[in-house]
């Protein structure tokens, strides 16, 4: 039976890329479908590593906590390698990551748990759910329609089905049991394993059919992407690939004395990258071997016991014994790139579907996440037609450059895990402690998704020269620091003021306003914003709220109780409707709280900007900086909003 459906994006894939996209969809209310082969989300295993920017991320959505209460934390590296006699030795500790790189931690959890706030959160946001078992099957793109962005414009069709067991669940791999404990899933994870079987009714519809209409489709769908295929691209790149041996495992006896530390270990033997994880698990990667274009490793060969007789010899002298296997895999990637991540900006693909690299840098679910955490706005944007559908060229430009640093990063990364230890000053292709510690020193800022950095485009300013903020670059993401709010005396973190829920900001850093100077610049920018053709008046529906589509967040750089809330103009705090209440939550100074005397943000100091004069920064949906200006430049927001937001008056 075929049924007609409409939506405004279709998701393929609910991995932690699709499941980020539908979380940002659901909660700006978009009508949003999305369809997933498995029967079930990840129980155990696979992807582990939550690095600060994505936990900022999260914070955002407002689930952050779960993760930083369930995961391990991971605070320090430490390097082992053999010393002249031959002997392992610990050569070196840096922190995980730069001291003020984040206020989150970089936090390492099972995917199957990151998979589980997300689904928690877009039924929260808006009653999304998943539905499983289902697959496309063909598409179309009805090229008369691409341009058209009219309401009622469905350019492409999915005939969906529902799939058979068989086509469904993942073949197991190899003869060995992968040592998959549902005991040891956590309740709530229990009842979607339960859901996806066979007994629970997930196949009872196979091999029907639905043909759906939608405006937009987004190809979440893994390495081997049914839609990539679709858009006639293909990942390029090194097919050959490092091959890596993954396990979850339980360590019961050790005489190794950093195995609750993210340690690199290498030795005559090889290299091994242990990762401390919830539950008292360890995580051990050790590259297994690699293939060459067309070439297919033998799977056969290795089983959990393998791995671990492997980091039994690299870790020599010291003991390794492990009591219990949860979860282990062989992991074969090579470094891979889709040239382009949009086909006619009406269908894209995220995630593993444009690029693969192998997990030593533990970036490959964050990274996916943050592409859907780009697109997701943009896309709601169009379809609210708050926006013009040029925007939607910045998702592959931003996110292929990203991608891009990441492979090369990975290459590199690589070659540091391959090759031989080598003397410090010795000849040959070996790779010295000296190289191997400035490498992963170098790596850090990168690693912890803090270092993303657009280039100018539509919506990110070149960089005013000088710098009035240079702690805020244009193209980075906003750095957080603590404020106090003038109304009330609560410290705020700036960043929990920069919830994702679809709107821009413009932040005035208005210095020191007891100057007279500063306080008319001041009235001169809430004059501006309150015009008819300033960007908050021609940017809100007429009936919304002031600070529905931009909101103003002021912060003084003089003492809270120095100035009067009440003196600030009103378009700084707007009525809210239907009350009428002021929105006191809006300004700010760069103080300490009574609550907290000794803590005090010092977010002008830490950003760079001038207390006495300040500037202004505008600030995306995604929380990346878009435009720094002086307070006297504010017609410059006009300029830059123009460009791709469509008046609504
Ligand atoms: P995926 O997580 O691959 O999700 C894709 C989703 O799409 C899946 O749910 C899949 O069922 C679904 N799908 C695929 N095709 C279709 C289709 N035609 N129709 C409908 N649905 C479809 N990374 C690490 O950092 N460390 C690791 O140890 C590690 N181990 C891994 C082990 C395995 C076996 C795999 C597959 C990946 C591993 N990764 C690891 C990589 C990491 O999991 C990915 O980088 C990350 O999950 C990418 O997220 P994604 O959403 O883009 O893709």
Not at 390 to 415: G, M, N
């Amino acid at each position: 039976m075929v049924a007609t459906n409409d939506c405004d994006v279709l998701i393929v894939g609910a991995g932690p890329a699709g499941l980020m996209l539908s979380t940002w969809l659901s909660k700006l209310k978009i009508r949003t479908r999305i369809v997933d082969k498995a029967p079930t989300k990840v129980l155990v295993g696979h992807a582990d590593g939550v690095q600060c920017r994505t936990v900022e991320v999260f914070q955002s959505f407002g689930f952050a906590q779960r993760l930083v209460d369930e995961g391990a934390h991971i605070n320090e590296v430490v390097s082992w390698a053999l010393d002249s006699k031959g002997d392992l030795q610990r050569t070196g500790r840096i922190p995980d990551n730069e001291p003020g790189t984040s206020r989150f931690p970089h936090a390492v959890l099972s995917q199957g748990r990151i998979e589980r706030f997300l689904l928690d959160a877009m039924k929260d946001f808006n009653e999304l759910t998943v539905q499983r078992s289902t697959a496309p099957v063909s598409m179309s793109v009805d090229q008369n329609l691409v341009a058209d962005f009219s309401p009622n414009s469905y350019p492409i069709s999915v005939t969906l089905r529902r799939l058979t067991e068989e086509e469904s669940v993942p073949t197991q791999l190899g003869a060995v049991p992968n040592g998959l404990h549902r005991s040891n899933l956590l309740a709530d994870d229990e009842s979607d394993a339960a859901k996806g079987t066979k007994e629970a009714g997930a196949f009872d519809n196979a091999g029907e059919e639905e043909t759906i209409r939608t405006k937009f489709l987004v190809g979440c769908d893994g390495a081997r992407s049914w839609v990539r295929k679709q858009m006639g691209l293909s990942l390029e790149g090194d097919a050959a690939g490092a091959v890596w041996g993954v396990l979850d495992a339980i360590v019961s006896e050790t005489s190794f004395p950093d195995i609750r530390l993210k340690c690199t270990v290498q030795s005559k033997v090889g290299s091994i990258l242990i990762v401390p994880r919830e539950r008292d698990y360890v995580r051990f990667y050790i590259q297994i071997g690699s293939t060459k274009p067309g070439e297919r490793f033998d799977r056969s060969s290795v089983t959990p016991e393998s791995i671990i007789e492997t980091a039994k010899k690299i870790m020599a002298p010291y003991t390794l014994e492990c009591s219990d296997f949860e979860w282990w895999t062989v992991y074969e990637v090579g470094q891979r790139l889709c040239k382009t991540f949009s086909h006619d900006e009406r269908v894209f693909i995220a995630g593993d579907a444009c690029h693969t690299h192998s997990p030593k840098a533990g970036q490959g679910m964050n990274t996916s996440m943050m592409d859907t955490y780009n697109l997701g706005w943009k896309l709601a944007h169009v379809l609210q037609g708050k926006a013009t559908p040029d925007l939607l060229k910045t998702y592959s430009e931003e996110r292929y450059k990203v991608a891009k640093e990441l492979i090369d990063l990975d290459y590199k990364l690589s070659r540091m895990f391959s090759a031989k230890p080598k003397e410090e000053g010795g000849d040959g292709d070996g790779v010295s402690l000296a190289e191997f510690k400035a490498f992963f020193k170098s790596l850090s800022r990168w690693a912890s998704g803090t270092a993303v950095h657009y280039l100018p485009n539509m919506l990110v300013a070149p960089e005013r020269q000088p710098a009035l903020a240079p702690g805020l670059p244009t193209g980075m993401r906003f750095e957080s620091h603590l404020v106090v709010a003038l109304a009330d005396a609560r410290p705020w973190h700036l960043g929990d003021r920069l919830v994702s829920d679809g709107r821009w900001r413009i932040i005035l850093f208005a210095g020191d306003v007891r100057e007279q100077e500063q306080k008319e610049k001041l009235e001169q920018i809430a004059a501006y914003l309150d015009t008819p053709d300033g960007p908050i008046r021609r940017y809100t529906p007429p009936d919304d709220d002031l600070d529905s589509v931009i909101e103003v967040l002021t912060i003084i750089s003089n003492p809270r109780i120095s100035v009067e809330p009440n003196a600030f103009p009103a378009i700084l705090w707007p009525a809210r409707k239907p009350y009428g209440s002021r929105a006191y939550d809006k300004l700010y100074a760069d103080d300490s709280s009574p609550v907290t005397p000794n803590v005090r943000g010092k977010i002008y100091k830490n950003l760079g900007i001038d207390p006495k004069t300040g500037c202004i920064a505008v600030v995306r949906p995604d929380q990346t900086v878009s435009l720094v200006c002086a307070l006297d430049e504010h017609k410059q927001i006009g300029d830059f909003f123009a460009q791709f937001m469509i008046a609504q008056a």
